[in-house]
Each structure stands twice: as structure tokens, then as C-alpha cells.
């Protein structure tokens, strides 16, 4: 059914001037998939196969450091995107592992029907380029707030920017995102609720 479909519909519609046909025709090119909690849909050595947009549920991507930590990358809930771009974009093994906190549905979109929906359109082209601009700038600012806010502030504007993930992702993955100790997470959280 289109149902499964709808967020994507409305996103699209809400980025791209495209006719029912047109936003079908791009629709037509993903494939839904149910992903169970704790399993992953990208490993390392192995190449990413798709674009994931998420219908419902919640994802974390992460590596493993030479210390045997686990460091968080992203993030996604219903409405955002996953996967290891670097391997995607460029077809090459994965260096980190996406797997899922809840119970999923996703809308994949894979290599060759990226490919063929760019080449098709100006329109479909705009949108990923638009997508991959708002990655990259969310990207950056994620370095820069690493790089000049106190684990405090991070936290802060975690919260006012994103407050749909909190009831979404354990304490110990949000802490990992932020860089620190989920100990510290507490302690903040807790000065926080006292305050």
C-alpha cells in the first residue's frame, strides 16, 4: 500500500514542485523493509547498499575505536535518513555499523535506482543534492559544537534542537553521540531536574 509511503510523499512534496505521476514514478524506486531491534543494516567491510529513510523506528550508527568503545556518528527516527554515505556514495566497504534500536520500517533506495532517478530528473537530482547540503552542513555543525562547547552546552543543544529523540534513543547511545560517559549524561540530566 502507498500508506507506507505517505512521510516520504509529503517530504518530497514538501521540497520538489512534482506532479502525483512524478512523485509516484520517484516512489516506485524504493523498496520497504521491516528491520527488527539490534539488527544491523550496514556492517564494516561491507558495501552500504542503500539510502535509508526511515518510516518509523530508530537507528544509531557507530565504529569501534582502537580502545574497544563505541562511538556514535548519527542518529535517525522516523523522517530522517541513515547509512555510511562514504560507502554508498562511492560503493565502497563500510568502515562503521548502522543497526536498529526499536523495531523498523524503512523505504530503501538502492545504488543503481539513485543513479537511474538523477539522470531522470533535474527535479529528483535537486532533491538529493538539497539533502546531501543539509548533511553536510548538520555535519558540520555537530564538529564545531564538538570542538567549542562544554558537554554541558552540547547536551543543552541537543535538547532544543532535537528534543523528539530523547524519548527515542537509550541514555547510553545519546551519551556516546555527545562524547561522553553515560554516568556524566546522568549527572547533567540530574543537576538539570534539580535546577
Do not use: C
Not at 523498523?104 to 535537486?126: A, G, P, R
Amino acid at each position: 500500500t502507498m500508506t507506507e509511503f505517505e512521510p516520504l510523499y509529503s517530504k518530497i512534496k514538501d521540497h520538489l514542485d512534482l506532479s502525483d505521476e512524478e512523485t509516484t514514478f520517484f516512489l516506485s524506486h524504493f523498496a520497504k523493509k521491516k528491520v527488527k531491534k539490534r539488527q544491523f543494516i550496514v556492517q564494516p567491510d561491507y558495501i552500504a547498499k542503500h539510502r535509508n529513510y526511515v518510516v518509523n523506528g530508530a537507528f544509531r550508527s557507530y565504529v569501534i575505536g582502537n580502545d574497544g568503545q563505541e562511538h556514535t556518528l548519527n542518529l535517525a527516527i522516523d523522517d530522517w535518513w541513515i547509512t555510511d554515505s562514504n560507502s554508498f556514495i562511492y560503493q565502497k566497504p563500510a568502515t562503521m555499523f548502522v543497526v536498529a534500536l526499536e523495531d523498523s520500517v524503512l523505504l530503501q533506495l538502492d545504488f543503481e535506482n539513485e543513479q537511474k532517478l538523477k539522470s531522470h530528473s533535474h527535479k529528483f537530482e535537486t532533491f538529493f543534492r538539497t539533502a546531501a547540503e543539509r548533511g553536510l552542513t548538520f555535519l558540520q555543525r555537530r564538529i564545531t559544537s564538538s570542538h567549542t562547547l562544554t558537554a554541558e552546552q552540547r547536551y543543552e543543544e541537543f535538547v532544543s534542537e532535537y528534543p523528539q529523540f530523547l524519548q527515542r534513543i537509550p541514555q547510553y547511545v545519546l551519551a556516546s553521540y555527545l562524547g561522553m560517559t553515560t554516568e556524566y549524561l546522568s549527572k547533567i540530566r540530574n543537576n538539570k531536574l534539580k535546577s
